[in-house]
């Protein structure tokens, strides 16, 4: 037994599910591994492991979960926790992920959606926790992954001027942006991170994970995150539908917050692009190229936005739009 098997152990025996089972559930792009406990009588609860020698850090797990049950949203209660280890026990709150959920029923898509935007809506009333601002310099640095790992996979290219040019434009496009009112974004809000809980009420039926690297930032970004989501097909009616039910619940300049919209959906699918690659070629994750067709469908949607012509043909004419052969190639270069 490792050291830290050993020690995860100790941390089970001592909050007393020490004759629980356990079995490993679903993780993420993380090194954060997840485990559910399931006792004799039948309770569970969900084990984290997020081993600080590994960039994890449960910290601002508990904080943000902290806050978002605080305003009344459903994130997983915190019961036991070795900070200084890396050990969580929480809350379980099933396995009704938004994407199952809507898998088995059709018919509970638009309420899920709809559930997801009063989500939002209570989040950007409460007050906001202190927290780092998801800025353009942060926001052009990121998006600019797509050079860094997607074009340098593709081509070798590294650090071109194609890029430098990019950053600019980029960082024209988002500085705008900060002027608005800055709320807690979270990031990865997305149907495989939504639980239903169809016996709670009100924005408290959608459960919340993965939230620990929340962020300040404008009001549109979860919104794009949800509805532009890289694991499955959103309609485009129901795209259209959840921002004009966003707008309805929060009034404000309906063509700004449609601009921004489309910025953010630039900037964030062209992270997404970069951040796939950098899995599949630094962390040999494969899987996760399948998906960036979908993701590239995204950018080009919000290119065609009136807005975004000062930057549309730089990204079209600079980053190549992926095909199966170039999908082949980033797959042969893996973990390299």
């Given at each position: 037994m490792t050291d830290r098997?050993?020690?995860?152990?100790?941390?089970?025996?001592?909050?007393?599910?020490?004759?629980?089972t356990r079995v490993t559930i679903a993780g993420d792009a993380s090194n954060r591994r997840y485990e559910r406990l399931t006792a004799l009588d039948g309770s569970t609860v969900i084990l984290?492991?997020?081993?600080?020698?590994?960039?994890?850090?449960?910290?601002p797990f508990i904080a943000i979960a902290e806050h978002l049950r605080g305003i009344g949203l459903s994130a997983p209660q915190i019961?036991?926790?070795?900070?200084?280890?890396?050990?969580?026990l929480i809350e379980d709150l099933g396995d009704d992920l938004f994407k199952q959920v809507i898998a088995r029923d059709p018919a509970l898509e638009l309420p899920l959606y709809e559930a997801s935007v009063d989500v939002l809506t209570t989040l950007h009333a409460a007050p906001m926790p202190h927290l780092a601002p998801y800025d353009t310099t942060t926001m052009t640095q990121f998006a600019a992954r797509a050079y860094e790992y997607y074009l340098f996979?593709?081509?070798?290219a590294k650090n071109t001027p194609e890029q430098s040019r990019f950053e600019q434009l980029m960082t024209d496009m988002l500085a705008?942006?900060?002027?608005?009112?800055?709320?807690?974004?979270?990031?990865?809000?997305?149907?495989e991170n939504l639980l239903w809980l169809p016996d709670r009420t009100g924005a408290a039926r959608v459960g919340l994970l993965d939230f620990q690297d929340a962020m300040s930032g404008h009001a549109a970004y979860d919104l794009v995150s949800i509805l532009?989501?890289?694991?499955?097909?959103?309609?485009?009616?129901?795209?259209?539908?959840m921002i004009d039910r966003y707008l309805a619940q929060n009034p404000q300049d309906n063509d700004?917050?449609?601009t921004a919209y489309a910025v953010l959906g630039v900037q964030r699918n062209l992270r997404i692009v970069g951040a796939f690659a950098k899995l599949c070629i630094e962390l040999g994750k494969p899987r996760y190229i399948d998906l960036i067709p979908r993701v590239w469908e995204f950018v080009e949607r919000n290119l065609a936005h009136p807005a975004m012509a000062p930057i549309a043909d730089h990204i079209r004419t600079t980053l190549p739009?992926?095909?199966?052969?170039?999908?082949?190639?980033?797959?042969?270069?893996?973990?390299?």
């Open positions: 098997a050993f020690l995860l152990t100790a941390f089970i025996q001592n909050n007393g599910w020490a004759d629980a984290m492991d997020a081993p600080a020698d590994k960039g994890e850090d449960v910290r019961l036991h926790r070795d900070v200084a280890n890396g050990f969580l996979g593709l081509t070798g705008p942006l900060e002027a608005a009112p800055q709320v807690l974004i979270q990031r990865d809000y997305h149907a532009q989501d890289a694991r499955r097909d959103v309609p485009p009616a129901i795209e259209a539908a700004a917050f449609r739009t992926p095909t199966p052969e170039g999908l082949a190639l980033l797959k042969s270069k893996c973990a390299t």
